[in-house]
Nanobody, 124 residues
Framework: VQLQASGGGLVQAGGSLRLSCTAS????????MGWFRQAPGKEREFVAA????????YYADSVKGRFTISRNNAKNTVYLQMNSLKPEDTAAYYC??????????????????WGQGTLVTVSS
């Protein structure tokens, strides 16, 4: 499975961005999907995840209430809507996929496939 992330950019604090991650394979629909981020000099951290059916989601406390993960399986795409952005949200954002999982993984090691990062910069 190849994942292509897009939608990053420069935004002022309080603004919004929507990230997209499109998978190359139709069988992606059976994959749980996650978003992670990594700021310079920091470890990669969990942001949000969604089951392959889309009926269950999970968020890091730092983004809960501001970010929304969703997916459109007809388009092989998962989204991350980011509202009320803060400077501390600045990072490279990565999407990831995992097959055959009963519980949404929240660590990088819980995912099998990764997209390239898309950079989000939030200015104060």
């Amino acid at each position: 499975v190849q994942l292509q992330a897009s939608g990053g950019g420069l935004v002022q604090a309080g603004g919004s961005l929507r990230l997209s991650c499109t998978a190359s394979l139709r069988t992606y629909v059976r994959f749980a999907m996650g978003w992670f981020r990594q700021a310079p000099g920091k470890e990669r951290e969990f942001v949000a995840a969604i089951t392959w059916t889309g009926d269950s989601t999970y968020y890091a406390d730092s983004v809960k209430g501001r970010f929304t993960i969703s997916r459109n399986n007809a388009k092989n795409t998962v989204y991350l809507q980011m509202n009320s952005l803060k400077p501390e949200d600045t990072a490279a954002y990565y999407c990831a996929a995992r097959s055959n999982v009963a519980v949404l993984p929240t660590t990088p090691g819980g995912y099998d496939y990764w997209g390239q990062g898309t950079l989000v910069t939030v200015s104060s």
